[in-house]
């Protein structure tokens, strides 16, 4: 199992500019995450789905966030317009459904530099 | 609203210390709890877990967790570190059942000098 990908892995953009991230997770995983990891707030988890349909937003920063999963193999976090503080490593995670299988499995991370 | 709080944020400690990392979470209800490590430059991986039975768990590369219903604790520890263990931790907890969010810890940064 190639584990969950994640693409790009690093992208530097200017300020205003729209960026999208890309993950698709493990095949058979019907949970993905997208988390946020900063030096000053740590790991936040900013949206999830459950068979594609999303299931908790409040985490995510405000509307210039949005993300989509338009399939079972696919999701996409899209900032618009981009901010520097919305400079952070970006992690998707799956899993599995079942109270004995909620162990989450993380991607690479996307590193956003936004200058 | 759930919590997880690590009390340390950065501890240095010279190969073949021993470790123990606190991790202690406010909830009333049954959890499933984690660690992962982050090496540097690399994604979350799992440590070990604990659903159920044996409060002691043993995960990969020598780590060993302790649950402790009573205090709410689920302290990391291994016996003898190497430089190879310089990571970032994070404990997590899971309320069990349909709740599926992690909440996370705010990480304990691990130096080990050799």
């Known amino acids: 199992d190639a584990g969950v990908i994640q693409s790009p892995r690093h992208e530097v953009t200017e300020m205003g500019q729209e960026v999208t991230l890309r993950c698709k997770p493990i095949?058979?995983?019907?949970?993905l995450f997208w988390y946020r990891q900063t030096m000053m707030r740590g790991l936040e988890l900013l949206i999830y789905?459950?068979?594609?349909?999303?299931?908790?937003d409040s985490g995510m920063p405000e509307d210039r966030f949005s993300a989509k999963m338009p399939n079972a193999s696919f999701s996409t976090l899209k900032i618009q317009p981009s901010e520097p503080r919305d400079s952070a490593v970006y992690f998707c995670?799956?899993?599995?459904?079942?109270?004995?299988?909620?162990?989450?499995?993380f991607g690479p991370g996307t590193r956003l530099t936004v200058l | 609203a759930q919590s997880v709080s690590q009390h340390n944020h950065h501890v240095i400690l010279s190969e073949a210390a021993s470790l123990e990392l606190g991790c202690n979470y406010s909830?009333?209800?049954?959890?499933?709890l984690f660690w992962y490590v982050q090496y540097p430059g690399q994604h979350l991986q799992l440590l070990l877990k604990y659903f159920s039975g044996d409060p002691l768990v043993k995960g990969i590369k020598g780590f060993e967790a302790e649950f402790i219903k009573s205090k709410f604790s689920f302290n990391l520890r291994k016996p003898s570190v190497q430089w190879s263990d310089t990571a970032e931790y994070f404990c997590?907890?899971?309320?069990?059942?349909?709740?599926?969010?992690?909440?996370f810890g705010a990480g304990t940064r691990l130096a080990v000098h050799p």
């Open positions: 995670a799956s899993r599995i459904s079942g109270i004995m299988y909620n162990e989450q499995f």
């Open positions: 789905f459950n068979n594609n349909v999303p299931i908790d």
């Open positions: 095949s058979g995983h019907d949970y």
């Open positions: 997590a907890v899971s309320p069990r059942g349909g709740y599926n969010k992690l909440i």
């Open positions: 909830y009333g209800g049954t959890v499933n």
